[in-house]
């Protein structure tokens, strides 16, 4: 029997990230699923398909209706939501800090992702800003210097763009997108319940 | 209190409309909604945003994470599935057979929406194809010639046409899309139920 194991990939940078990366954690505990949040850029993967930007904002009767969607999602979910005045925001920093804590298996690795996405999608933050970034370090009682510092580093610019090279030869081309142990994909927030039960069977 | 309406927009070459056909009946039943079906074309409102074709034969990755997630989910649903051999195919004189049944109030309206989405995901039929369209009719009872040479009319080619100029203008982008009679839109048949609910607290 393999691990029950879920790959959550997720760019900072999304927005239907937010309220899954709100809702996995209690609903893999109850799957008895592990969960590795698995940062990325989604950025090279858009190029790849000829998008410069967000789709969100290349189709713009689709980007409408995610805002509204998403707001009526948060509303659902009873998640604090407003629209970032800017989108998408580059979130190659905050991948970096995210892995600094995640792949050190550091306590602060999740905790910081969902502050993040909560600063961006709740608190009108700008999360492309190092200072920001600070604050919600500090915030989490982790020494914000020698994180930012070690994200800054070469190890950790290879790193990142390492994990958007898996993302992008695993097929992944959008976020959030779940992957079991059993290489099943499943894109999306709505897709996060089947998702988990997939994992939870360990085929 | 207003009526509890909900408008349910499709196209006969969009695969994520197949499950949501099957569905919307039982459901808004349950739901005590009345649901209007909507035959529309999303060729035109693609070729607005640039698209020639399917944005699932466009972008590659996204086309095969589709085809495997319409399998499973049909597989959860318990319904027939098999991937055409072409796609997506010509809807128009389809969607202007069932705009001749829907219009009417014939009773065979939506049983030949059904019906020809089974044909088109289940039996590998072609549903460009007029003998094939002709067959579904005659399988429901219906005088398969009128119905055919109606739909070939000024009148059904102008009533099509007026119908996705109404997709367009109410922010249309794809399909399946189901509208409150609010202006509350809903995308994707994993929105079914969420549109549903909306529309039965019927504000």
């Known amino acids: 029997m393999g691990e ?40 090279p993967i858009f190029q790849a398909q000829g998008w410069e930007t967000s789709p969100f904002n290349l189709y713009q009767a689709k980007g409408r209706y995610m805002w509204r ?20 925001q580059q ?3 905050a991948a970096r800090v995210a892995l600094v804590g995640l792949k050190l298996q550091e306590k602060w690795g999740k905790p910081f992702c969902l502050a993040l996405f909560r600063a961006e999608f709740a608190e009108g933050l700008r999360i492309d800003d190092a200072a920001t970034i600070g604050e919600i370090l500090t ?27 898996e993302a992008q030869r695993l097929g992944i ?8 142990a059993d290489g099943e994909m499943f894109w999306g927030n709505d897709r996060l319940e089947r998702a988990l039960a997939w994992a939870k069977r360990g085929r």
């Open 139 to 165: 915030r989490l009682k982790v020494d914000a210097a020698p994180v930012l510092e070690a994200a800054r580093s070469d190890a950790l610019r290879v790193g990142l763009r390492s994990e958007t090279e």
């Open 69 to 88: 969607d998403l707001e009526r999602l948060c509303a659902e979910l009873d998640l604090p939501f407003r629209q970032p005045d800017i989108f998408p």
């Open 173 to 180: 081309f959008g976020a959030p997108t779940f992957i079991t």
């Open 91 to 93: 979130s190659v920093l």
């Open 4 to 43: 029950k194991l879920l790959d959550f990939w997720f760019d900072f940078a999304s927005t239907y990230s937010y309220p899954a990366a709100q809702r996995i954690g209690p609903l893999a505990s109850k799957a008895r699923v592990k969960v590795r949040f698995r940062p990325f850029l989604l950025g």
